[in-house]
């Protein structure tokens, strides 16, 4: 019996995958299912010859945007199966998707939108909020990019930017306790990661000295999440929703549909749940 072949969609910096996405094809190869990885904007390759392509680590997206946009079309256009969906992965490329959140009823964190933020716009946000620092961050970016803090009485440093920004409050939170990364496969809950920035820092990211641990969701982030995947046209087969327990609730920072890190390491049934739901997806209905 002929495996069936789906491609593991990446970025060049990561063309052998990352650890935990070579334990989801170990576990994929286990249920009879060869998964690949491909370069996303590498030109050579043949998606016509997979039965489906799983969005995974395709980490500089944002730096090539438009192209990545089109790379989607052509997708589309072959009739390939793409997980997640680009009826998903379009909106949630860029994090206006959290002001269509806030107005469902999602807790968020408060944010300033900026288009082509100056230091008078800057400032005139910081005093808005009473802010006296906070963090700037474009609305098309990944893994911390073009990610600052900002004091108000350090704008004279800030030049003239382009297109949509997001300015956030400084979270004390996160310092003190961490951000919560919720991790969904098809629609069900599969496990919570804790996120750490290292001493005097607001990244959380590995790169940056950020440390993840496992840890169980706290009380209130569960029901706030499954909210959130309710109001998607179609259920995700991998979410990470991320966010920062505060004033006594979840609030969220982040859904991210494209290429998260899912921390399989971190919990030992993840990936064979999730080469289950990849194997579920492949079969005929």
């Known amino acids: ?13 990561l063309a052998e995958l990352t650890p935990d996405d070579q334990l989801a094809v170990r576990a994929l190869d286990a249920l009879g299912v060869q998964a690949v990885p491909e370069i996303w904007n590498d030109s050579k390759v043949e998606w016509g010859k997979y039965d489906a392509l799983i969005l995974r680590s395709t980490w500089d997206y944002y730096l090539h945007y438009d192209e990545f946009m089109q790379w989607l079309e052509t997708i589309e256009t072959l009739a390939l199966p793409l997980f997640n969906e680009p009826s998903l992965v379009r909106p949630n490329s860029n994090k206006r998707y959290l002001r269509s959140l806030s107005k469902l009823g999602i807790a968020c964190i408060e944010t300033e939108w900026l288009e082509n933020p100056t230091a008078s716009s800057i400032q005139t946000a910081l005093e808005n909020q009473n802010w006296s620092a906070a963090v700037l961050k474009p609305a098309v970016s990944a893994g911390a990019f073009q990610t600052t803090v900002i004091h108000s009485n350090q704008l004279e440093a800030i030049k003239n930017l382009t297109g949509t920004w997001l300015l956030q409050p400084m979270l004390d939170e996160i310092q003190r306790d961490g951000e919560w990364s919720l991790i969904y496969i098809d629609g069900h809950f599969s496990h919570c990661v804790l996120k750490k920035p290292k001493q005097n820092d607001f990244r959380v990211q590995e790169e940056y000295g950020g440390i993840a641990s496992a ?15 309710a109001s998607f046209a179609s259920t995700p087969l991998y979410a990470r929703i991320d966010g920062v327990m505060r004033k006594q609730e979840f609030q969220l920072m982040e859904v991210e549909l494209i290429e998260p890190s899912l921390f399989f390491h971190l919990a030992p049934q993840a990936a064979d749940t999730f080469a289950r739901a990849i194997l579920k997806r492949l079969l005929p209905r």
């Open 215 to 229: 840890a169980f969701s706290p009380s209130t982030s569960r029901q706030s999440a499954e909210k959130i995947l």
């Open 1 to 13: 019996m002929t495996k069936a072949l789906i491609a593991f969609v990446t970025c060049n910096k």
